[in-house]
């Protein structure tokens, strides 16, 4: 059995430092907004290249309370992608404004720029791009699409932490960078956590106002706010788990390019393309094959954790079935959604492991092959 994902392996190289400090947390009689958290975002600042960041419960808060910040809100637009995890969307939705999908690039599999543009109404406030499964947007095209049209950027870095566009790290090229701590993410918490990186200093005290009940002094409120604070155990542990990020990205990068070089004249396969001048950190390593669901099936049953990131895509979801979009109208996303499956990916896999996953995903397609020539 090979997991899509082991957490506990992680654990084990990290689990006496956490275990220590997560005691002192428990000592230390201060739970919520204490100094951990305090660390944790001048720490996270630093290594995201932003004026600042605010740790907050999810990375679906983030991208709520980024839109609350703008003040984008009832029957306003926002332009994202389908081919995305439902949190993207539902925050549009959570604020009253709607989201209006554009399709994908085929080969990075995020929002294509070219489509953007056809998608601008006089109602459109944002555009999110997803960096989805570590891979950065093409943020030249898209900043320049913002700029031309005076639209709010919001980067959806959820899957994307420690990845760069030209040099430059994701969540530093729009308004605001949206970040989930969720334990399968590359900098994941032991349990939920998020973030926002912002430049603009009136930005970020408005956010830290609404994670708090919408007040900046306590007892005192302006706005109607959430609860939305990160607790200080996840602080402490995400402070530790940041020394590690970079190599742990790195392995990532390793393991997906040894998956490329075993995969490598497998016709029937096709791997991830990484847009040009860009560090993609893969949170997933996933690949595009004929006859998908049925080699989905033959590898759960050959015992390797392979994952369809998304079965289905937003547009065609019933919470969005209301916004007007039908089968047909996003083709791209259509057609990829049905070719992708994501295999094991983490930092920890062992070689070995990857060469066993490579062998039974190719004799699967053989077999699924000889099967549909019969
Ligand atoms: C995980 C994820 C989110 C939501 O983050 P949570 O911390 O689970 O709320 C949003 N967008 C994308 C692309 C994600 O992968």
Known sequence: MIPILDSKRQYAQIGAEVEK??????RSGSYILGPNCK??????????????????NSGTDALHLALRALDIGAGDEVITTAFTFVATTEAIGIVGAHPVFADIDPNTFNIDPAKIEAAITPRTKAIIPVHLYGQPCDMDA???????????????????????????????????????????KNLGGMG???????????????????RNHGGAVRYYHDEIGVNSRLDEIQAAILRIKLNYI????????DHAKTYNELFAGCSDIQTPSELADTYCVYHQYTLKIPNRDNIHKMLQEAGIGAMLYYPVPLH?????SHLGFTKGMLPVTEKNTELVISLPMFPELTREEQET???????CIEKSKSATAV
């Open 21 to 26: 400090a997560v005691c002192e947390v428990l």
């Open 39 to 56: 660390a944790l975002e001048s720490e996270l600042a630093k290594y995201i290249g932003c004026n600042y960041t605010v740790t907050l």
């Open 142 to 184: 898209i900043m320049d699409i913002a700029k031309r049209h005076n639209l709010y950027v919001i980067e959806d870095c959820c899957q994307a932490i420690g990845a760069k566009y030209k040099g430059q790290m994701v969540g530093t090229f729009g308004d605001i960078g949206c970040f989930s701590f969720y334990p399968t």
């Open 192 to 210: 939920d956590g998020g973030l926002i990186s912002v430049n603009s200093e009136e930005l970020k005290n408005r956010i830290i106002a609404l």
């Open 246 to 253: 970079d190599e742990w990205n790195c392995a990532r990068r």
């Open 316 to 320: 065609l979801q019933k919470v969005h």
């Open 357 to 363: 996953v490579a062998s039974t995903l190719i004799s």
